[in-house]
């Protein structure tokens, strides 16, 4: 619309040129105001492309606001999680309607996956029980390792296999969805009747997988733009960005709680809290650290107050897992970002489509093996059910899949629409996975998630 006016308001400064009867009176004026009439609309052009009105994007935000909540009520009352719904309502308000187009979209990925990612992660720590984490770290480190290695591998083949991609894509495929999405997890495993073990185990694991994706990935990106691939890299990157991410995560944690605890009954606690955590998350990324795992032992640290006082002899701050204003932002971050995955949703090619569900539908059967492999009997059938269906692919993915574009590597348009379904394929499965488990009683003890509670020595006299 805006073009065709363009079009007309041009035609009619040529005409104008060409009035002979214009040439006794100053035409300039005339010219002047239509070239000025020109500008606003060229504007117009550029604010009416990727996005619509101001007020056309507070419905999609106030829609979005509401479809979250409306969600998170029925996965409380059905156990069925809100992801899914959140995902499709994206791809209907974006590539369907066309209120908000994937170019601008992908324009504030790199400011939005940042938020989104700082939030969920600090929120994971918070709510991570540190007795529980160090009890079942040994299987969540399993896990993750051996999930993440098997993701890689079966994508790898498949990319380079079916789709003909080079190795080092293949690879890179392979690791931007080689991790369960800590954003996802951290969700699910709050609403269901399992263990607090296997709770804290999920949690560690989706966690610990999206910071091995993120760094992996980033390697991968310099080794394609180089053309090689260096294992001793690999191993030199992930160090340094472990002990960054411990180094800084420890050492401003443990101080910030003695300086918030002073502060405590400060209006904007909370908010300055906040302002450390980005802070912590700018040194990180400075530092060649991805900042995921700083903001994680960050939370981790501030969400542990009841075990840490005992060893640092002070009252900790007043920076709850239930805080309102924590609670409302990440309630807001979590809903905009699946729809924000959904706005980013292609349906260029079918090949891709029918790639992503089968990869996914074998990623789902190796994480099953993997399972059974590594939790003993000492686990509850409902845990280890639970554990076996919990592959949902989330933040990482969508957010690493649009860094090919920006970097123009070789299938870049492929990596958005591959990962879009896998990430709602994965979401699909753990969903009917998830509603499966309704019929498994829940653990028997209370404490561990296991089958049998330990014996009372005194029972047996």
Known sequence: MNFFILSVLGFFQGQIQDIPILDKINSSGILEKLSSIQEVVSTLAIQDGPIASAHVVLLAAGVVI???????????????PDVAFLMILGVVIGPVLGIIQPEAVIQIVPYFAALALIIIMFDGGLNLDIKNMIRTAHFAFALSFLGFVLSVVLVTLGAHYVLDWGWLESILLGAIVGGSSSAIVFGLVRNIRISDDAKSMLSFESALTDILATIVAFILFEAILVGQFDIQTLEETLGRAIIVGLVLGFGVGIPWMYVSNKLANAQHSYMLTLGVLFVLFFLANSFGESGALTALVFGLMLGNKKHLSRILKFKLPLVETDDPTHNQITFLVRAFFFVFVGLMASFGQIEYIIFGVLITIAIYYGRTIIGKIILTKRFSQLDRQVTYVMIPRGLAAAVLATYPITMGLANAEAYP????????????ITTIGLGKTKSIPPPESMEGGFVKPPEDPQDSK
């Open 66 to 80: 509401f479809s979250g909540v409306v969600g998170e009520a029925f996965f409380k009352k059905t156990g069925i």
């Open 417 to 428: 629409q591959i990962v879009f379904f896998i990430i709602l394929s994965s979401v699909i």
